[in-house]
């Protein structure tokens, strides 16, 4: 446990620095952008899950009322990466392959123009057979995909999330829609269900859940002809990425290419530069700015959200709890394009528990749905959901208490993850310890039909290698330079960062957030890699900033660096507390002094060389309706090891949303498609996500368990949060009233049919 | 002479980075930016040099069509400061103290309608006495401007032009209109006048002469109302220097200021926050964005152009050249606010020549005239039109050729300025011993009334500590982050010193000029310090860079750094030529590579400890036609100490613009104001600057004198040859038909008038 009281502004809750602007309604989203001349563009979505393209009629749309431009896959620079590109928002061309696929892109002199247009296009289309299923998608005589192979470039966005090894690679065979396997081993799985006195072998099914940020996807491209040039402002977790896709996909050099990372509205993992390769191109192509803002439904249909699961689990336990086996068949929805998450389902499947017989196997399935994308923790709910319920299931046929159970096996620093590395520095069991002592477990008061689950999760985290500049201006104002995105409040604790080191209020602190020409690299934030990548280097640029404050007052005292002190936002002679001098009067004086170390400035670099998971362990105490399955949370505790928390407010904000997400996981959010590959989901209406009146206070518990290579012990947060709900809940019901419910999320209609069929 | 050979790139020609944008308009400038809901300004002058104000009536002007608002001095937060601080484009109150003097300004939907409103203000005023003429408001009768003493806060923008001490203090005594006097001395001038066999007495007067730059001053305010903050964009020669002056005027913190360089149409002294404080003021007070652009009769009545001076000049010489005495006394005539230039006129009058007994006295004055400003190389015309004429004079009445008697006595490094400071190495005796050579000089053709006139002219040269930073990206593009204003295409040497050091091509390299918020910082750029002071700063943070890449390419080969080099665009392993990896490929490892030195960025600053004169020496060739005094320029040599010529093309170009300056102080320009303090030149017709069809190519001579602690041993480049034009020409004009001319510009009636006093 980090001792707080060791610093003056680090560990103490600071509010949201763009908070301001977000309450008046000036902070600048890409929709609020007012640019001279700007057009607005619409899409023609594909209504057909598979289908050829027969025709295309834009004559009718290009006569409408303020269209300057009605245009086909054909008329782009993207034209050659129509569907060979990973890519699900550049026009198809020749066929679709997912319902919501765009097809053509109107432009107009306004939004109301461009809708009314994209209505007057005329597509004439031949449908084709549909594979909706993963299961069906497996089938020996299934249609393939891609019959001609895999379209080959792609990003795979799960070493951002992740400080772990690229999943399963491309399956080089003959042609199926099983895209990717992998297969992770250890011990002997059979001797070590033979072993168990206790076994569970039960078929876990998560559906697709869509990432339901406030914002939908939106990005305004601004062209400059005469340089060959483009610069995209855009709703983005990462504006290098986004900089790397539209270059990849425009054939422009990265240098042509500059993002501008605006206000996000949320992303959660979802926004790596999905509609920007296409609005770039729009804009290039018809020389003037274009913006697109994607409709709700629009969103629905065609971004990435994370992929449905199957996994096929057998676990075995000795009487006293250890786990001997521990066996899994892990299958994956990744809808039309190659994605892969069994790698890391695997990894935590096979990594909250010591258990020396692991047997795991990942399918990686392509199907006719949009492609498959990372939502907060990408596979870990689903894994989670799995794992801790068989363990749960365990528990209760030996009689042991789950929290006993979980602690017997859980896993600690150096054993094994799912992949069979060694797991970092982690703090899981101190946090089923906290849980343990929390007056919701311990004086469990239980009502008819209530019960308690618990479950644990975790995210190994990631890093990314970042850099930073720190500037001293000559009226004491700090800025510190990023090229990170904030999506979770983390600039408020590099502020407090570097108010920590200068000792200066963080009121002095100014956070500028650079675009992809301007800003100090960084990783996308994502994967609750940027708190912990990014401090450091922030923190090594204000030291530097600090080693040249102190030589300029070296000069102005005529004394050495030895015999000074930075405090308080002014440098003092040791010994001599009346000769000080403020950092503003030394940042004026290295700006004329001939001679000195010159302007204050420091860059900082961080590159750490080890991860730092992160585990939760969550408790939901539930009420359930025996007469019509209806779930009712009434308590909900998160406990977290965050290394150190660096601004408790935000650490709290993170827990508490990653939290209700983990609940809409288990009781409200599904995509739910037809066999014809139809979304039956497509508006808030039918997508249910917890809405203030379902969600109890999310209680949240603090473990400060330091991380090795942390920035001040912190490690990431935003991740494992959302791990553990799904679990928790399905365990709650099961001790309520006796159902093991397998399939998310857990409705009323779903609890009724196990009550019923388990009666 | 620097060898440029040793370099790949340094001391090549390269064309202006930001031509592309110049030359197809796409480069914005203050006038050209659209925002949604800009407001247009216009201002109400005064049209009398000196009057009360006694009512303003806006109640018309509010009425007009799409007014916004009326605004005088009262009703802004600058109300505090007009009238007491040094600065002329603050609303007057109560008093009007020069023609031009802004008293109301209108904000208005349009130009149009801003113009119309500003026709229908009625201000009333009553008439003061004026006090037009220098000389005149030193007579011990005439009305005091300041009568209540000097407003105290201003800015002293010497100090950023030359590196050289403060001008003269403000005068503490009865308030009058000689606001600052200085005395320089060294030696006996009575005794040197006295061993003297020649002596020269003359008194030069040099108008005032306006910058005359394309762009009038234009600026664009945003307020942000709910941070109580405001962003201009304006044309500047030093964004952070403007930023200081609007918080200052308007009682702003500066980190409330932020202040956007946009692209400049000329400078030249003239654009260091003039009209910014208004136009913020307007801004933050209607709450909405606000642009003023002068129109170019208001930007000649308005700014503040380049004091007029009087040189009361007696040089004594010995028969063999020897120069035993200057004295001299300076009268300034700064207009209406106190601004002083009389300290570097007296450094250069009485620093060009090695000489024992120096007397100069400086009076610096007010009259009822636009404040005094800075004016390419301040001061230096008159003071080389008057030291350079009485040489000449002295070379005729010795019997001396001109060249002869400046070999004899010209200052090398070591010798004393008029200051009795020494001067630091300079090149001043190799510029006239290559213009000996020259084949204008040494093979003199001459026609009848033709007559060839040499002068010299020099400049300190200034110096700011600045800092940059440079950022390799994983394309292999880099990005070099100054905060200096390029005026001068000094952008294009900062990239070419990053080329040189990192080994790359100049494309590669992308330079970005920051605001007062992003960028490092420098000095304002004028003075001809920026290259001087910037490159260092750029040449640090490219070997800042390089070693991280050289780091990174240690992790690469598993290699030492020693053993490893980095040349054209790739780190190879020395002796193994075919072992190498682009910059590219290693900083994208950088982004990557755990535990490594994390993104390849570096920073660097520079405080350069001593300035670096910059001296030339100027032929001109002239025809006088005796029927009219009309003066045709039939040739022209500069030849001119750079130091090192960083990028022959930039240097060449500015040596050329230069000069052409320097035949306009000579021949063409001049502000004329009436006994009542009417400006009798505000527009392009009246006020004359020199033409195509005037001006004969300007022929070159670059030497190479390396400054001992410039970049590559570069100088300033940009004030040296305005310097000696005006001298050159009047001494070609008294070699061409006999008479001195002694006040400037020299347009035909004067020489007409001369030749018929002479005669």
Request: net charge negative.
């Amino acid at each position: 446990m980090t001792n707080t009281t060791e610093f003056r502004y680090l560990g103490k809750g600071r509010k949201l620095i763009e908070g301001l602007e977000k309450i008046t309604g000036t902070a600048q989203y890409v929709a609020d952008m007012q640019i001279p001349g700007l057009l607005h563009a619409g899409v023609v979505l594909s209504p057909y899950a598979h289908a050829k393209i027969v025709s295309i009629d834009t004559s009718a749309a290009r006569a409408m009322p303020g269209v300057a431009g009605v245009f086909t896959a054909d008329d782009l620079p993207t034209r050659d990466r129509a569907m060979n590109s990973r890519h699900s928002a550049v026009l198809a061309r020749e066929r679709v392959l997912f319902c919501g696929q765009p097809v053509v892109a109107v432009v107009a002199d306004s939004e109301a123009h461009a809708r009314d247009a994209v209505a007057a296009v005329v597509v004439e289309y031949e449908p084709l057979p549909v594979i909706a299923d993963m299961l069906a998608a497996l089938e020996p005589d299934a249609p393939v995909i891609w019959p001609d192979g895999l379209p080959k470039d792609g990003v795979d966005l799960t070493a951002a999330h992740a400080a772990v090894d690229k999943d399963g690679e491309d399956v080089e065979r003959a042609p199926s829609n099983l895209h990717a396997t992998n297969h992770y081993r250890r011990g002997d799985v059979a001797r070590g269900l033979a072993e168990a006195d206790v076994v569970v072998e039960r078929t876990y099914r998560t559906p697709i859940v869509h990432q339901a940020y406030l914002e939908p996807h939106a990005s305004l491209a601004i062209p400059e002809p005469h340089r060959g040039a483009v610069t995209v402002h855009t709703s983005t977790q990462g504006q290098f990425g986004v900089r790397d896709e539209v270059a990849r996909l425009l054939s422009l050099p990265k240098n042509k290419v500059r993002v501008v990372p605006m206000a996000i509205g949320g992303g959660f993992g979802a926004k790596y530069g999905l509609i920007d390769p296409l609005v770039a191109a729009l804009a290039v192509t018809i020389r003037r700015p274009v913006r697109l803002v994607l409709t709700r439904s629009e969103d629905f249909l065609t971004t990435t959200p994370s992929p449905a699961t199957i996994i096929e689990l057998t676990t075995g336990a000795r009487r006293d709890g250890t786990i001997t086996a521990i066996k899994a068949v892990i299958t994956m929805d990744n809808g039309v394009f190659p994605f892969t998450l069994g790698g890391i389902v695997s990894i935590l499947l096979g990594g909250y528990y010591k258990c020396e017989n692991v047997d795991i196997s990942v399918r990686e399935v392509l199907t006719h749905k949009p492609q498959g994308g990372a939502y907060r923790a990408p596979g870990a709910p689903s894994a989670t959901f799995a794992i801790e319920s068989n363990i749960d299931e365990m528990a209760h046929l030996l009689g042991i208490d789950p929290m006993t159970v979980r602690l017997t096996s859980t896993v600690e620093t150096g054993d094994l993850m799912g992949n069979n590395d060694p797991w970092p520095n982690l703090g899981l069991r101190q946090c089923l310890e906290a849980l343990q002592q929390h007056p919701a477990w311990a004086e469990r008061h239980l009502g008819p039909d209530e019960g308690i689950g618990i479950a644990v999760g975790g995210w190994p985290c990631g890093m990314s290698p970042a850099a930073s500049v720190c500037r001293v201006d000559n009226d004491g104002t700090v800025r510190i330079h990023v090229g990170s995105v904030d999506i979770s409040g983390v600039n408020s604790s590099l502020v407090l960062i570097a108010a920590e080191i200068l000792d200066i209020s963080p009121d002095q602190v100014e956070l500028l957030q650079g675009d992809t020409r301007d800003g100090p690299r960084a990783g996308p934030s994502g994967g609750s890699q940027t708190t912990y990548s990014v401090s450091g280097a922030v923190a090594s640029a204000a030291r530097a900033a600090r080693q040249k404050l102190l030589e300029v007052a070296s000069h102005h005292f005529e004394a050495s660096v030895e015999d000074l002190e930075l405090k308080q936002g002014a440098v003092h002679v040791r010994g001599l507390p009346d000769r000080s001098v403020s950092i503003a009067t030394l940042a004026e004086e290295s700006e004329r002094l001939r001679g000195g170390p010159g302007p204050i400035i420091g860059e900082g670099t961080a590159a750490v060389s080890e991860n730092a998971p992160g585990f939760v362990a969550h408790l939901a105490k539930v009420h359930v309706d025996r007469n019509t399955g209806q779930v009712t949370l009434k308590q909900y505790v998160a406990v977290q090891d965050v290394g150190f928390a660096m601004n408790p407010t935000m650490v709290y904000g993170q827990i508490h949303g990653g939290a209700v997400q983990g609940i809409g996981w288990g009781l409200n959010e599904a995509m739910i498609y037809d066999r014809y590959g139809q979304l039956l989901t497509g508006t808030f209406m039918d997508y249910s996500i917890p809405a203030f009146d379902s969600v109890p206070d999310i209680e949240t518990v603090l473990i400060q368990n330091p991380a090795p290579h942390g920035p001040f012990g912190a490690r990431g947060i935003g991740e494992p949060p959302i791990t553990a709900g799904a679990a928790a809940i399905a365990n709650a019901v099961r001790a309520a009233v006796g159902v093991r419910v397998t399939e998310l999320p857990i409705r009323a209609e779903r609890v009724w049919q196990a009550l019923h069929a388990e009666a």
